[in-house]
């Protein structure tokens, strides 16, 4: 199986800043893109940042020039650097990878449990 597990969520006041991190683990032949996706309350799920294995990067128009993603391929890890946060940004937020899993498998997409990511004074 595959694991992805997010960390580094958590309270902080407008303008502040977090770091989440996403590690995955399991039974893993390489990762292609990974991920950041946000779900707010009673809203759909959607993208944040993502970024392929050769480190193209790709954000939302709502994060651009305040959030970072970034990724280490020999820690299987993909970060995410979140400035100048503000209360929209408030959500859970989950990281995805698209992983083979055998040289011969196509890869497929798992995702983390997710982390809380609060903005509020």
């Known amino acids: 199986q595959v694991q992805l597990v997010e960390s580094g969520g958590g309270l902080v006041q407008p303008g502040g800043s977090l770091r989440l991190s996403c590690a995955a683990s399991?039974?893993?032949?390489?990762?292609?893109?990974m991920g950041w996706y946000r779900q707010a309350p009673g809203k759909q799920r959607e993208l944040v940042a993502t970024?392929?294995?050769?480190?193209?990067?790709n954000y939302a128009d709502s994060v651009k020039g305040r959030f970072t993603i970034s990724r280490d391929n020999a820690k299987k890890s993909a970060y995410l650097q979140m400035n100048d946060l503000k209360p929209e940004d408030t959500a859970v937020y989950y990281c995805?990878?698209?992983?083979?899993?055998?040289?011969?498998?196509?890869?497929?997409?798992?995702w983390g449990q997710g982390t809380q990511v609060t903005v509020s004074s």
């Open positions: 970024i392929t294995n050769v480190g193209s990067t």
């Open positions: 995805n990878a698209d992983v083979r899993r055998w040289y011969y498998s196509s890869p497929n997409t798992y």
């Open positions: 399991g039974s893993i032949f390489s990762i292609n893109a």
